[in-house]
C-alpha cells in the first residue's frame, strides 16, 4: 500500500509540475460553495446530517458510482471526501479532476515529509489519500 501511495504522489507531483492541477472545472462543486451549488453539482443528500453545536454540517451524496461526503460550515464547504460505491481505488484521473475543481487558481505541490498529503500553493487547502472504513479515499479540505 505503501508503494501504491509513493507511486500516486510521484505521478500528481509530475503531474502538478507542468500546471495540468491549474484552474477549475464547473462540472464538481468545490471547496466554498454554498449548498445551493452543492446540490445543483451532486444532487439531493442520499444522507443530510444535523448541524453540529459548532455549526458543522455532513452530507453524503452519490454521484453515479462515486460516494461524496461534503463538509459544510455555516454553509459553505470546508471540506469534500470522494471514494467509489464498490471500495475499489479511485482513478489518477478521478483525483486529478478533483484536484483541478479545487485548485482554485494555483497550483498543487506535495507536503514536505509527506507522501499522500498535496497542499495549494496558496496554502489555503490540502489534499490527502488515504483508505478510511476499508475505502480508499481522497480528501480535499480547506485550511
Known amino acids: 500500500m505503501k508503494l501504491k501511495i ?3 504522489t510521484s505521478l500528481l507531483a509530475v503531474t502538478l509540475s507542468f500546471g495540468l492541477i491549474h484552474g477549475a472545472t464547473s462540472a464538481a462543486a468545490r471547496l466554498g460553495d454554498n449548498e445551493k451549488e452543492i446540490t445543483s453539482a ?7 446530517g444535523k448541524p453540529t453545536k459548532g455549526g458543522l454540517t455532513t452530507n453524503l451524496y452519490q454521484r453515479n458510482t462515486t460516494l461524496i461526503l461534503v463538509q459544510f460550515q455555516s454553509g ?3 471540506a469534500e471526501a470522494y471514494s467509489r460505491t464498490d471500495s475499489k481505488p479511485l482513478t489518477n484521473e478521478q483525483m486529478i479532476r478533483f484536484m483541478r475543481t479545487n485548485a482554485s487558481g494555483q ?3 506535495p507536503k514536505p515529509g ?3 498529503i498535496l497542499v495549494r500553493r496558496d496554502k489555503k487547502a490540502e489534499a490527502r489519500y488515504s483508505v478510511i472504513g476499508g475505502r480508499p479515499t481522497f480528501w480535499v479540505r480547506s485550511l
Open 6 to 8: 509513493i507511486a500516486w
Open 76 to 78: 459553505i464547504v470546508v
Open 114 to 116: 509527506s507522501d499522500t
Open 42 to 48: 451532486y444532487g439531493k443528500p442520499i444522507d443530510a
Open 107 to 109: 497550483f498543487w505541490d
